[in-house]
């Protein structure tokens, strides 16, 4: 298995010790949806020292990981802002972000 990390990839030996896959399990959708603390809970915004009632649960912040399922839940011009967000925040960091979705 190949993978890369910030330019730097794993050795045969660390691969060889299931290195890679406990990554690749560790940040799995379903690993992370799993987790007792995504479960339960809520992201409360603070601003200015005051605590906002409008509270999200942790578990709404994991979606089906579907490719492509943003079409469902965002508009184009939402897509093509989160997608300058991004590109802002990779700049210079040698990250790039994108899929091509050939099932239009």
């Known amino acids: 298995m190949r993978l890369l990390v910030v330019g730097c990839p794993f050795s045969a030996a660390e691969d060889d010790a299931g290195v890679v896959s406990s990554i690749l399990e560790l940040c ?10 995504n479960k339960t809970g809520a992201y409360v915004s603070v601003q200015e020292g005051l605590v906002m009632t409008n509270a999200v649960e942790n578990k709404h912040f994991f979606r089906k990981g579907i490719m492509g399922n943003w079409r469902n839940h965002m508009t184009s011009e939402m897509a093509a802002r989160l997608d300058g967000i991004v590109e802002e925040a990779l700049k210079g960091s040698g990250f790039t972000f994108g899929y091509t979705n050939t099932s239009n």
Do not use: D, G, T, Y
Not at 28 to 37: D, I, M, P, T
């Open 28 to 37: 799995s959708l379903e690993k992370q949806r799993s987790l007792a603390v």
